[in-house]
């Protein structure tokens, strides 16, 4: 099966500062990796190489066999492949949940409005927000505003999915109706590239670990290994910091 | 009061009403006008017309109108340009609001977060479309208080017109005064149709912020 995501010797720069050091990578259609991580080690700004939010210095990032170029004129196009969700969920505040959620089909995907707002709805009630379509973001709580986020990305049918620590702003009990969201997206064989500080989730949800810091990826392996038997120090050090 | 110097000279307000409002309303859609294309030159940091734009903003910012009709009306003439005094007006204001209006608007585009830029993108929206659809939208829903006290601050600016010789409320007031010496008569019709020129613009304003500003920032004024 060919992988529906290739990174191939990644090199990105902030002002002659290297962030990402020979990063490559692939990801097959079906499985769920999981980034971990200290922070600033290179992981949020990998992820947003992907889409082309940022400009790469050096390699290349393929979809489907496919270059994506930052500056080229299909970027927009590649875009509604790799769906995306942000830590600070960046819903459209003077637009309602429902119009979040529509405006991306409707006027890039040129799609029949009533069949968004339909699957819209549906795909709200799956997390359990149908009840909120006709309210503002503002009226929601965080979680609540994270799964809209995620269905704002899931109705552009992307062929994978890119969380950025979309947990990482909310309160621990909305920890969970989120992961609850990504975990059931896993389970129904969705192609996903997560970056997460919730260790347990990661171990839970994902098929491959790989564990970056300083820009480069220093160790990479399931998920049962990883956790229980890393093979780098660095890594080791890494996992004990989360034990009180 | 003396109703009959009142009913006299009410003729003589409503003329000049029409002609204040006519004014005001012409420069204030010149001020947008002006406003709106500045505003996208500092927003979109097109060279060389940013710099004109900025220097244009601090120029008529920072002089009263009165003295920039001075130099329209009078200056102007001088070197060859004569205008007549109602378009003197008109210019006059406009200028003055498209300073005010191209900061107001400037800042409304500046402060929707670049996050608002990427999350659009990530959708595979075009640049174009993330300002049709998602930065102006917000910047007017932002701006639409400051928009308003603009609109209010140069519908009173008015006042000073009556300096060009154009025969506004002011005018009207100060002449009859002179002829008849009914000051308190004079000076009542003269706030009584500044507040039926503002009141309802003003208080229109307010209903509309609220109705656009609902979405973002809900009930609170």
Known sequence: ?244 | MDTGALNSYLPLYVRAFFLTVRIGWTGIALSLAIGIAGAFVLHFKVPVLSKVIKAYVELFRNTPLLVQLFFIYFGLPKAGIAIPAETCGILGLGLLGGSYMTESLRSGLDAVPVSQTESALALGFTKRRIFMYVILPQAVISTMPAVMANIIFLLKETSVFSAISLMDLMFTAKDLIGLYYDTTECLFLLVVFYMIMLLPVSMLGSFVEKKVRFGIYGDQV
């Open chain 1, 1 to 244: 099966m060919d992988p529906i995501l290739t990174v191939e010797h990644l090199h990105k720069e902030f002002d002659g500062y290297t962030v990402l050091d020979d990063v490559n990578m692939t990801v097959n259609p079906g499985e769920v990796v999981v980034i971990v991580g200290p922070s600033g080690c290179g992981k949020s700004t990998f992820l947003r190489c992907l889409n082309g939010l940022e400009k790469i210095e050096d390699g290349k990032v393929l979809l489907d066999g496919k270059i994506i170029n930052p500056t080229g004129v299909d970027i927009a196009k590649d875009r509604q492949k790799i769906g995306m969700v942000f830590q600070s969920y960046d819903l459209f505040p003077h637009k309602t949940i429902l119009q979040n959620i529509t405006l991306a089909p409707v006027k890039v995907q040129g799609r029949n409005k009533d069949e968004a707002v339909r699957e819209a709805v549906s795909l709200l009630e799956r997390v359990g927000l149908s009840n909120k379509k006709d309210q503002y973001p503002r009226q929601l709580s965080g979680g609540q505003k994270q799964r809209v986020a995620i269905v704002r990305a899931l109705i552009m049918h992307p062929e994978i999915l890119l969380f950025d620590e979309v947990t990482a702003a909310l309160d621990p009990e909305m920890v969970r109706e989120v992961l609850e969201v990504v975990l059931s997206l896993a389970k129904e064989g969705r192609t996903m590239l997560i970056v997460t500080h919730e260790m347990a989730f990661a171990r839970a949800v994902a098929d491959r670990i790989v564990f970056i810091d300083g820009g480069r990826i220093v160790e990479e392996g399931r998920p049962d290994e990883f956790f229980t038997d890393p093979r780098t120090e660095r890594a080791r050090r890494f996992l004990d910091s989360f034990e009180y």
